[in-house]
C-alpha cells in the first residue's frame, strides 16, 4: 500500500471557506476528507493540522480549541503555532503600528514536510494550501524521487494557488460541494465522552 499523509494550512483554508458564506463549511471532518484524496492503493497515514488560537477574543477562543477538540477526536495530528505584534505601517493612522499576526505556521508545515520525507515516509504527500510561501518547501520536495506531492487547494483560491500549481502539476480545487459531505456531526466523543459541539451560528 502507498502511504499518504495530509498536511493542511488551517488559516489559508479558513479565510476561503468564509468568503463562501456557508458556515456550515467550518465544522470540517479533515480526516474524512483526507480520507476521501485517497487514490486505490493507497492508506492514509496521518493527517496534520496548523493552526494558532486566537487569545484575544473569548468567544472566538472558546470556539476554535472546541474545534480543535473535535479534530482530535478523529486522530487528526494538531500543531498550534502563535500570534506575534510587528510593527508594520497603517495607512488610516499614517504611522506604524503594532498588528497582530500568525507565526509559525508555514514554518512548521515545510518542517514537517520535510522531516517526514527525509524519513522515507510517506510515499505520497498532499499540501492543502494555496500560499505561496510554501513554494520553497515544493522546491525541495521536488527534489525528492521517492515523494509523490498533490496540491489540495482551498475553494475559491485557484488565482492565489497559481504560482504553488505551476510547481505541482497533480492539484485539485476542494469545492464546497466536496466539504459539505465531509462535516463532522453536531456532537463528537472521544472515549464515551463528549469533547465538543457543533457552535449554533455554525448551522442552518
Known sequence: MTIVRVYIDGFNVYHAIEQQGDPR????????????????????DAVHFFTAV????????????????ALDAYGVQVHQGDFGKPKKWCAT?????????????DVGIAVRMLVDASGGQPQRMILVTADSDQIPTARALRQMDHISLTLAFPPGRAGEARELGELI?????LKPERLLTHQ???SVHKDGRLVATMPAIYRR
Open 54 to 69: 486566537w487569545r484575544f477574543e473569548t468567544t472566538k477562543q472558546k470556539r476554535h480549541e472546541n474545534f480543535i477538540a
Open 169 to 173: 502539476p497533480d492539484r485539485l480545487e
Open 184 to 186: 463532522l456531526p453536531r
Open 93 to 105: 493612522h499614517e504611522r506604524f503600528c503594532k498588528f497582530r499576526e500568525e507565526k509559525q505556521t
Open 25 to 44: 463549511l467550518k465544522w470540517l471532518n479533515y480526516w474524512q476528507l483526507s480520507q476521501s484524496l485517497l487514490r486505490p492503493g493507497e492508506t492514509l
